[in-house]
């Protein structure tokens, strides 16, 4: 395979889209354990969640092996859209938004958590944080990558 | 290292931390086995089978499930294939939307001694009471109007606390079991090692073995 290892102007930036790319890895594995392994229910929120999630798996490593500076736009709209479903999420959990406002229909309410750790990290919070998290590292690649 | 090096081990370890973390959860629940008989079955509950019998395949179920609908041939060619052995108490699981009220339903003609033959016409019918997999009561009642029951009995029985209490109870011991999907089997409280017929049947295999 003709493998070419294009530099970023900074070095700096692959790492921070290589951590990028392990944080959404973790994430899958780990709600992949959750549903599989453990046989938590999956709510149609934690669907949309992950449909935001898993692609950026494959986008940002086809993105770092070469690397591609474009990939922070494709992963930046996964990132930006899943970050929003897990605020909404979270919201519902909180009893924020009003019960009239949920979209769970079938069997599995979404308002329902089942993982506290900590006592307080359930699963909508774990992944609004995790979108948290790869928005501010592709921030700070995409600042080191333009200046 | 270069990149490519770095990428393919991170892969690696994470996927293997993955696998790992698996099997250590599975032989933690698989330790945990063998549930309390109090909570895993209930006296009065419909069961099919001799009293008798030593061994009790206990089912979580939903009426509106097409799985338990598949199931169910094959839990009775279960009793059938152990005569006096096997028998197999029914409870309530209603995690379809709708369900709750189709359930009371079940539990009414329980009282009335008909719970496997309205049960049965609700399985064999699922397609004309179940809508985008919400069960609709009034059709299910429906097609239950045309049995041979007490139907002013069954209707007073429908809302009467001793049925709601009946069901309230399998819904409680079902959380306790962590019963998240229909059906759920417990042969003789030992819970299915994974999902399928073929491991149902094994367990029910080794349960008479043990008991007999």
Known sequence: MNYTDTDPSNPATWSLFFAAWVLVTVSTLGSLFFSEVMGVPVCVLCWYQRIAMYPLVLILAIGLLPFDPKVLRYSAAFTGLGWLIALFHVLLVAGIIPESARPCVQGIPCSETHIALLGFLNIPTLSLLTFTAIGILLFYANRMESS | ?212
Not at chain 2, 72 to 80: A, N, R, S
Not at chain 2, 94 to 112: N, R, Y
């Open chain 2, 1 to 212: 290292m270069n990149k490519k090096t770095i990428f393919i081990s991170v892969t690696g370890i994470l996927l293997l931390a993955f696998v790992l973390a698996a099997a250590i959860y599975k032989n933690f629940q698989g330790a945990s086995g063998g549930r309390n008989q109090s909570v895993v079955e209930r006296q009065s509950a419909p069961v099919k089978g001799p009293d008798e019998a030593k061994v009790t395949i206990v089912e979580f179920f939903d009426p509106a499930c097409g799985t338990c609908a598949d199931f169910y041939p094959l839990v009775k060619q279960l009793i059938d294939q152990y005569p006096g052995k096997v028998r197999v108490m029914m409870r309530y699981a209603p995690l379809h939307t709708g369900s709750d009220e189709v359930v009371k339903m079940l539990e009414a003609a329980h009282l009335q001694g008909k719970f496997f033959p309205a049960l049965e016409l609700l399985f064999n019918n699922q397609q004309r009471w179940i809508v985008n997999h919400v069960s609709q009561p009034t059709r299910a009642r429906g097609i239950l109007n045309g049995m041979a029951l007490d139907h002013e009995k069954m209707a007073t029985d429908m809302n009467s606390p001793d049925v709601s209490q009946a069901v309230q109870q399998d819904v409680a011991d079902g959380q306790a079991l962590n019963v998240k999907a229909t059906p759920d089997f417990f042969v003789n409280g030992k819970p299915l090692p994974s999902f399928g017929y073929q491991q149902l049947s094994q367990l029910v295999k080794n349960a008479v073995e043990d008991s007999y």
